[in-house]
Each structure stands twice: as C-alpha cells, then as structure tokens.
C-alpha cells in the first residue's frame, strides 16, 4: 500500500466519510495523487462510495467510506459482574452490541462464557462480506506477555486458541481499567487532554496511565495497580498485601458505614448507590462519603507526585459519584498541588469502549503495515505479512 493511500484510509477511519476535495485539502495532496490513493483503495474493497455531497452552487461530489474489506473489531469486557461486548468497525461505527450479567461466577466460569458473548454478537449483523480484523479482551488482572501473575491462565488460553481458530483474527488482552482510561481519553472526560490518568474506585482499585493516546503498561503491565500501595504505614502499624484495594473497596466502604450507622437513620445502606443516594438527607452518610473523599483524595495525591498528570478521571461504581470531586480536589491541593479532577462520562461502558478502541487501533496499525503494539496478543507469532487485505 502506497504512503498516500495509507493516509487516506487513515484520515476515512478516524474523521468519518469524506469527498476527494475533502481529502486533498486535509492531507494536501494534488488532485493526481488523491486519484490514485482512492483508486488503489477502492481496488482492494477498502474504500467505497458512501454517498453524494451537492455544494452550495450545485455541484455533487462522491463522499468515500470505508469499504467492505476494511472489516470490524470486537470489544469483550469480561468483568467480574458482566461479560459485555462491542462489534465495531474501523471508523467506529457499531455494528452490535451484548450485555451479559454475571452472579456469583470464578474466572474460569466467566473465561468459558467469552466463545457464547461473541458467537451471539455476530449473529446480530452481517459478516460473510467483511473480515474480522480484532478481538480485544479486557479482564480485571494484571496482563503481561507471559501472563505469569494470570489466575485461570490455564482455561483461557484454550479459549483464545479456540477463538482464533473459529474467527481467524489475533486476540489482545488487556487490563480492564487501561481500557476505561484509554476510552476516556478518546471519547469521554480526558478527550482534550494529552495526560490523563483514570482511577478507578468500586468493588476494586486500579489506574489506568494515557500519555498522548498511549497507554503505559509499566515493565511487566503492572503500571497502575494502585492497590499494591503499601498502607497502612506509619510507627506501629506495617502495610498489608493489597490493603488498600481492601480499604478502598466498596464492601469495607459499607462495612464502616454499617458499624457507625445511628439507629434514628433507620437501617444503614445495603449499596453504595444508596448510602450516595441519602447523602442529602442524612448527617452520617454525608459524614461517609466526605471521609470517603478524604480517602480517594490521598491515593489520588500519592499518583499525582509520582506522575503529575494535566487530568485525573475518577470512574468505577463509586469513583464516578459527583459528591466525591470537591473533596478530592481539596486533598490534592493540600498535599502536592492544583490537578483538575473530573468524573468519567462513560460509566460502566467505559472498559468494552476502550477494549473496542485497542481492537481498531490494532487493526488499523496492521492494516497500515505498521507495528500494532498490544501487551499480549494470541497467537504472538502473527505478523502484519499475515494480514491479508
């Protein structure tokens, strides 16, 4: 594929359908050289008509899209509540959707419902005419290439391997809160900002690290997980292992609202949407949420001295509260300096839109014959040469 013909396809996949006059004045080529990118695109079924666009005087011009053999990509979010899926293709557009929630369910148990969750949202549109490019899986462990620190490595891996065989597209992992943080940054809350950082607080703790539309994964993908912090620390009391995801989670969160919960307020939440929920009409529960703040505003302090994001993005079933942003804000003023912090816009859709965005720009980057570059993919020995378009 010709440089002229990459970016093309490129600039279609990332800014939508667009004329030959369009183009050329965005990537200003001459009229020649954009004849030639289209038609050697419109060769190989990656581009095609989409449409006539009639200027103000009257003339029309062909408004190009992405063709057939551009393909689509799958996002699986395999969480721990939910197994939820996304089929989009490369420009974005989604082609199909599935929730699946999940009780009382191991990892093994969720690992073997991920061939179910994708078979049915194929089923949902038409796919014999176009390829599937990716499939970007998304899962609350730290991910490494060699996927050491992976419980129920065991029974995944056989379903990676029976995914590629049935669909014959390279699937990615990835963890669940760079994938939240990675949607964020390109359609949520951090969207105008190059350095973001997106601190998941709920049932668990993690961080997801944006730096200029890339993730940072660390030296073995355990860049983020925050919940190894050592705490509590101090002269008479020695860190425990994963403390502060304990300490931060919505369980202890509960734990402590029941255990100082007056009997005039009747009877103490059951969930942390409820004890939010009363936070106008009950002194305790407002007294909660502000220590709560308090809490989330320290670990967020912790993360801004070590890397001086321009964004905090708090998300998560609890992080994603409004009533937590004034007290964190606060905290993080006080012990290093000003960050903006903001909510996500995307709640719990956030991690299958970032599993589904790591897909595209994956399968983007193997179209374009350029390097993808994903922390684990399956089978690792793909290359771009065999990616056929």
Same mark, same amino acid.
């Given at each position: 594929?010709?440089?002229? #013909?990459?970016?093309?396809?490129?600039?279609?996949?990332?800014?939508?359908?667009?004329?030959?006059?369009?183009?050329?004045?965005?990537?200003?080529?001459?009229?020649?050289?954009?004849?030639? #990118?289209?038609?050697?695109?419109?060769?190989?079924?990656?581009? #095609?008509?989409?449409?006539?666009?009639?200027?103000?005087?009257?003339?029309?011009? +062909?408004?190009?899209?992405?063709?057939?053999?551009?393909?689509?990509?799958?996002?699986?979010?395999?969480?721990?509540?939910?197994?939820?899926?996304?089929?989009? &293709?490369?420009?974005?557009?989604?082609?199909?959707?599935?929730?699946?929630?999940?009780?009382?369910? =191991?990892?093994?148990?969720?690992?073997?419902?991920?061939?179910?969750?994708?078979?049915?949202?194929?089923?949902?549109?038409?796919?014999? =005419?176009?390829?599937?490019?990716?499939?970007?899986?998304?899962?609350?462990?730290?991910? =490494?290439?060699?996927?050491? !620190?992976?419980?129920?490595?065991?029974?995944?891996?056989?379903?990676?391997?029976?995914?590629?065989?049935?669909?014959? #597209?390279?699937?990615?992992?990835?963890?669940?809160?760079?994938?939240?943080?990675?949607?964020?940054?390109?359609?949520?809350?951090?969207?105008?900002?190059?350095?973001?950082?997106?601190?998941?607080?709920?049932?668990?703790?993690?961080?997801?690290?944006?730096?200029?539309?890339?993730?940072?994964?660390?030296?073995? &993908?355990?860049?983020?997980?925050?919940?190894?912090?050592?705490?509590?620390?101090?002269?008479?009391?020695?860190?425990?292992?994963?403390?502060?995801?304990?300490?931060?989670?919505?369980?202890?969160?509960?734990?402590?609202?029941?255990?100082?919960?007056?009997?005039?307020?009747?009877?103490?939440?059951?969930?942390?949407?409820?004890?939010?929920?009363? +936070?106008?009409?009950?002194?305790?529960?407002?007294?909660?949420?502000?220590?709560?703040? !308090?809490?989330?505003?320290?670990?967020?302090?912790?993360?801004? =001295?070590?890397?001086?994001?321009?964004?905090?993005?708090?998300?998560?079933?609890?992080?994603?509260?409004?009533?937590?942003?004034?007290?964190?804000?606060?905290?993080?003023?006080?012990?290093?300096?000003?960050?903006?912090?903001?909510?996500?816009?995307?709640?719990?859709?956030?991690?299958?839109?970032?599993?589904?965005?790591?897909?595209?720009?994956?399968?983007?980057? !193997?179209?374009?014959?350029?390097?993808?570059?994903?922390?684990?993919?399956?089978?690792?020995?793909?290359?771009?040469?065999?990616?056929?378009?």
């Amino acid at each position: 594929m010709t440089e002229s #013909a990459r970016a093309v396809l490129r600039t279609i996949a990332s800014s939508g359908p667009a004329t030959r006059p369009q183009l050329s004045a965005a990537l200003m080529f001459s009229k020649p050289t954009m004849s030639a #990118a289209v038609s050697e695109l419109e060769r190989h079924d990656l581009l #095609a008509p989409a449409g006539i666009n009639r200027g103000s005087v009257g003339r029309t011009s +062909v408004t190009y899209g992405l063709g057939p053999k551009a393909g689509f990509v799958i996002g699986v979010d395999c969480g721990t509540t939910h197994i939820n899926a996304i089929a989009r &293709g490369l420009d974005g557009t989604t082609l199909g959707t599935v929730e699946m929630p999940l009780v009382d369910k =191991s990892a093994d148990e969720r690992f073997l419902l991920i061939e179910d969750v994708v078979a049915r949202l194929l089923s949902q549109f038409e796919t014999r =005419s176009t390829p599937l490019r990716a499939i970007a899986i998304a899962l609350p462990n730290i991910i =490494s290439a060699s996927l050491e !620190r992976m419980f129920g490595r065991e029974t995944l891996i056989p379903v990676l391997e029976q995914l590629q065989a049935t669909y014959g #597209a390279p699937v990615l992992l990835e963890n669940n809160v760079n994938c939240a943080a990675l949607a964020e940054y390109h359609e949520g809350s951090a969207k105008q900002y190059s350095f973001a950082i997106y601190m998941q607080i709920g049932v668990k703790t993690g961080m997801g690290i944006v730096l200029d539309g890339r993730l940072f994964r660390g030296f073995k &993908g355990g860049a983020g997980e925050i919940g190894h912090l050592p705490f509590p620390w101090s002269e008479h009391e020695r860190p425990k292992w994963q403390q502060v995801e304990t300490y931060m989670g919505s369980a202890a969160l509960l734990e402590r609202a029941a255990a100082g919960w007056p009997e005039n307020e009747g009877a103490p939440p059951k969930s942390t949407s409820e004890l939010f929920a009363r +936070v106008e009409q009950s002194p305790t529960a407002r007294a909660i949420v502000e220590q709560h703040a !308090r809490d989330v505003g320290n670990l967020a302090a912790a993360c801004v =001295s070590v890397l001086d994001p321009q964004l905090i993005v708090l998300g998560g079933g609890v992080g994603q509260n409004p009533q937590l942003l004034s007290g964190v804000r606060d905290v993080v003023k006080e012990l290093c300096w000003p960050v903006e912090v903001v909510n996500g816009q995307l709640s719990n859709q956030a991690t299958v839109l970032g599993a589904v965005r790591l897909a595209i720009d994956f399968a983007m980057a !193997r179209l374009l014959g350029e390097e993808g570059k994903t922390t684990f993919l399956y089978p690792s020995a793909l290359t771009a040469g065999q990616i056929s378009i």
